[in-house]
């Protein structure tokens, strides 16, 4: 079932980064294609790389392996990588996360809390790059820490800490609100596995801004 919806979400996704752009952004397009052909033509730098940081904060699903929890917050922070080709093709994006989602206990536990961290490589494939607006696809795999933490005067404090590798697949979109700052919201869907054990699925919405370190202008490529 929720894979099912999964795949939708990620189709209609794929479809409205294809589509959208066509219909709202035809004269920008067709600037940034006769700017690019003629750097090209000019020797113009064909490749450079970009990075950028910034945090997210949204609201945490939990699909499976959480019986009777309730949803929660969650948020990130995150560094990426970008490779820009003065070519009309689309970046390629490397991401690393760090994620914190806590969670919210089932009613009638008392004294205990638990909270899940993980660090995240992703690789992101982005449609129409050159544009103010474009969108973002792609995979990811991470190592996830679930720790529980027990606090009760009969008890003092425990933990116990639980370890899991698990991947995930985000969609989302980049606006750029100048050369510095980007919007971006963000889709993404997490399953952790222990083979045998226990799998879990997270469904996680965020919205968060990034911050480009080197200031460049993503609409104006630089010359040598």
């Known amino acids: 079932m929720f894979s099912k919806k999964l795949f ?24 940034i294609r006769e700017e690019l052909n003629e750097r090209g033509k000019s020797g ?28 929660n917050y969650s948020g990130h922070l995150e560094v990426r990588m970008g490779l820009a080709a003065v070519k009309e093709r689309p970046d390629i994006v490397i991401s690393l996360n760090y994620d914190f ?4 206990l089932p009613d009638g536990i008392y004294g205990m809390s638990e909270n899940i961290i ?21 995979p990811g795999i991470g190592y996830y820490f679930d720790t529980l933490t027990m606090d009760t005067p009969a008890s003092g404090k425990l933990e116990h800490q639980y370890r899991f590798v698990g991947y995930n697949l985000g969609v989302g979109a980049q606006y750029y609100l100048d050369k510095f700052i980007t919007l971006i919201p963000l889709l993404k ?5 222990e083979p045998g054990s226990f799998k879990a699925k997270h469904l996680v919405f965020q919205v968060g801004f990034n ?14």
Request: aromatic content about 18%.
């Open 101 to 104: 989602m806590p969670l919210i």
């Open 8 to 31: 939708s979400i990620l189709a209609i996704t794929l479809a409205v980064s294809w589509l959208l752009p066509r219909f709202l952004m035809a004269e920008e397009e067709a600037l």
């Open 44 to 71: 113009a730098k064909r490749h450079m790389l970009i990075f950028s940081g910034g945090g997210y904060l949204g609201r945490n699903k939990l699909l499976a392996g959480y019986e009777d929890y309730t949803d």
């Open 118 to 138: 993980s660090i995240n490589l992703n690789a992101y494939y982005v449609f129409y790059a050159q544009r103010k607006l474009n969108f973002f696809a792609g």
């Open 189 to 193: 869907y997490h399953q952790i596995n």
């Open 211 to 224: 911050y480009n370190f080197a200031g460049t202008d993503w609409n104006k490529w630089k010359k040598d």
